[in-house]
């Protein structure tokens, strides 16, 4: 079993920026996959950040330029800094990993808020 604990979400301005962190709890190299996805209300999850085994990193569309992916193995963390926020990623906030092809594992979520 894997426990992922996210911190970092909030209410911010739009143009602001925000970091999420997302804690696991054994190292990061047992897992084949992990980043992080959104949900607004009334609205499918999306994938907003995909981090492979590899190192590369898909975006969304609509994050590209503005999210960054990172990852510190020696903390066993994830973050996901979030710059030039619009209304419009609001959202909760899901970081996940993969094991093997199937096995996904969530964090607890949370909330980002984009208003002036």
């Known amino acids: 079993q894997v426990q992922l604990v996210e911190s970092g979400g909030g209410l911010v301005q739009p143009g602001g920026s925000l970091r999420l962190a997302c804690a696991a709890s054994r190292t990061l190299f047992t897992f084949d996959g992990m980043g992080w996805y959104r949900q607004a209300p009334g609205e499918q999850r999306e994938l907003v950040a995909a981090?492979?085994?590899?190192?590369?990193?898909n975006y969304a569309d609509s994050v590209k330029g503005r999210f960054i992916f990172s990852r510190d193995n020696a903390k066993n963390t994830v973050y996901l800094q979030m710059n030039n926020l619009k209304p419009e990623d609001t959202a909760v906030y899901y970081c996940?990993?993969?094991?093997?092809?199937?096995?996904?594992?969530w964090g607890q979520g949370t909330q980002v808020t984009i208003s002036s």
């Open positions: 996940y990993v993969r094991v093997g092809v199937g096995t996904h594992y």
């Open positions: 981090n492979t085994l590899g190192g590369n990193t």
